[in-house]
């Protein structure tokens, strides 16, 4: 048996020693940094996203991008209750529903256990998915653990002036734990021992018997739902979503305090997030492309190139040509400025010509100013068809739009209108009228008095579209100029009418301007001889009438005494043969 030295003893001894000390140490400090990390999830919902994203997507992983910090920061206001409406609309992929569907009712759980949600999505895959996922994220350790630090420190309390500050929590809504309960473990319905709860259902599905404090509708929308069917067919189908959207799902919100969150992207200007938007709604709009003249650009957009891409990695160039090819998609999946799914015969670039002055001194650069008007609409309400009369000049090949009037009008005030836009543009020596409907009554209505109206018949050429067509290959050339918002507030909605066509709402700004190109094509009647008979007519007023008087034809010789009075015999007929006249 051997012996051990007693120095060797007490070395051991005290090598021990100081190990221990120095796992104790370590083993505090990392208790301490696990504790910092944890309480930075439960103050920002930015850093729970990272935190939680193994435990969301074990499989792949999280590429951060700026679009993420502006979605994080805009959802952790909504969470802290900042914000009772909010909408995002964002391209497709670019992870809205992962954050706003699952790891933002977890998050909010934190702070508030026993907050209801309902959750509502089109499609019923979608709906268990994101159920599924938000369960898998709270029933792991993880969150365990950053549930038993949140229900002791944190406790949001309204500070009166719309912000919420973080204090203590009381000591009964202190919890140590967050666990689901074993009644209501299901897919669809599930609830945490504090007494919040998750509904998960599709659009279509009854929603009664149960409140929510967090209404939460993801993409209520199928994209087919728009790619398919007449115009009114999918604006039915809008309507039915929005219909629900009052009359069902906000009646299912516990107080005046429940919140809205919508995520989808936009397919049509009559959509839920138009609703929303109406009613005064936050909105974060992320265009694909970035567009600092877009209607609802996002303030907070870390972008400043017109152009620059949301992101780059997420889509190539084989899916965006996808996209360039259908341009009712590419403008309401990619930019959220939707239009009409069969439109699209109209572009941006096709607008992009702007002169810089105002337009009554282009006017008078124009070798040729004319009026048309498109008055095949009639009646007051909000259904009827709008009536349009806009000003076009012409330098050459270029044509200028000059002015617009634009209303739903009855004849008595189309009339007023029509003097009013003669007065202001006196060098539009004709004046186009569609020979159809109220403007039939305002050619014969005025047509005595006023110089220069010309009745045209422009369905004589074709429909609608092949009217179009005479208008696109001047825009498509670049000889298509149009005035600056600064003086025509109008001319966006202008454009927005075209690219829409011919499944817009309206097209009577696209009637207006294909007859005006009509005309200077040649296409309506024959431009000499009307231009002719337009600036003969202002030339001769004030003249004599026998100036103007035409010559008569010659009447056909009168029969003979005995034939006027008998009629002519059966030979003298049959000699004479057919009576026709040659003149």
């Known amino acids: 048996m051997s012996r051990t030295h007693p120095a060797a003893r007490f070395l051991r001894r005290g090598r021990s020693a100081r190990t221990a000390a120095q796992l104790r140490s370590e083993s505090e400090l990392r208790a301490g940094l696990d504790a910092r990390r944890r309480q930075r999830a439960i103050d920002s919902f930015r850093e729970f996203v990272r935190q939680a994203w193994p435990y969301y997507e074990n499989a792949r992983d999280l590429v951060w991008s700026p679009h993420l910090d502006v979605i994080c920061d805009y959802l952790q206001r909504f969470g802290e209750g900042r914000i009772k409406r909010l909408f995002v609309n964002i391209p497709p992929r670019h992870s809205k529903s992962t954050l706003a569907g699952v790891l933002l009712p977890a998050w909010i759980w934190l702070r508030r256990p026993e907050s209801q949600y309902l959750c509502l999505t089109k499609a019923d895959d979608n709906a268990r998915r994101d159920a599924r996922a938000m369960r898998r994220v709270v029933t792991s350790a993880w969150f365990q653990a950053v549930a038993r630090q949140a229900g002791k420190q944190v406790q949001l309390v309204d500070s009166g002036d719309g912000w919420y500050r973080a204090l203590p929590r009381d000591d009964d809504k202190a919890f140590d734990s967050l666990g689901l309960l074993d009644d209501q473990a299901e897919i669809r319905y599930y609830g945490n021992t504090r007494g919040g709860y998750r509904i998960s259902q599709t659009t279509g599905s009854a929603v009664t018997g149960k409140g929510c404090d967090v209404l939460i509708v993801d993409d209520p929308y199928d994209a087919l739902e728009v790619a398919t069917g007449s115009g009114s067919q999918v604006r039915g189908r809008m309507r039915d979503v929005r219909s629900r959207y009052r009359d069902v799902w906000l009646s299912r919100l516990n107080s005046a305090a429940s919140q809205v969150l919508l995520i989808m992207q936009r397919l049509h200007k009559e959509d839920l997030a138009a609703e929303m938007l109406a009613d005064g709604a936050v909105a974060l709009v992320l265009p694909f492309y970035f567009e600092p003249e877009h209607p609802n650009a996002c303030p907070d957009d870390y972008r400043t190139i017109p152009g620059e891409k949301l992101t780059e990695h997420l889509y190539g160039d084989d899916v965006l040509a996808k996209f360039r090819q259908s341009p009712a998609l590419e403008s309401g999946q990619l930019q959220q400025r939707p239009r009409a799914a069969d439109g699209g015969k109209f572009r941006d670039r096709h607008f992009r010509q702007r002169y810089d002055c105002e337009p009554h001194e282009m006017a008078a650069r124009c070798e040729e100013v004319l009026l048309s008007v498109d008055a095949s609409g009639g009646g007051l309400g909000s259904g009827a068809s709008w009536n349009a009369i806009e000003a076009w000049g012409r330098i050459g090949q270029a044509l200028y739009l000059l002015g617009q009037r634009r209303g739903r009008w009855e004849l008595p005030e189309l009339e007023a209108q029509f003097k009013a836009a003669c007065s202001e543009w006196p060098t539009a020596h004709t004046k186009l009228i569609e020979d159809k409907a109220l403007g039939r009554a305002l ?82 009647v024959d431009p000499k001889e009307a231009r002719k008979r337009a600036v003969g007519w202002l030339a001769n007023v004030g003249r004599p009438a026998a100036s103007k008087t035409p010559t008569k034809k010659p009447e056909p010789p009168k029969a003979p005494a005995r034939e006027q009075r008998r009629g002519p015999s059966r030979v003298t007929r049959a000699r004479r043969g057919p009576a026709i006249w040659r003149g």
Not at 478 to 493: F, K, Q, R
Not at 511 to 517: E, H, I, L, P, V
Request: glycine fraction near 14%; proline fraction near 9%.
């Open 443 to 524: 050619i014969q209505r005025l047509r005595s008095g006023m110089p220069g109206i010309v009745p045209v018949n422009p369905g004589q050429v074709g429909g609608k579209e092949v009217r179009a067509g005479f208008t696109l290959p001047v825009a498509a050339g670049g000889n298509l100029w149009l005035p600056e918002s600064l003086y025509c507030p109008w001319i966006d909605g202008w454009i927005e009418e075209h690219k829409d066509f011919p499944g817009g709402d309206a097209d009577d700004q696209v009637d207006t301007a294909s007859q005006a190109c009509m005309w200077w094509a040649g296409a309506l």
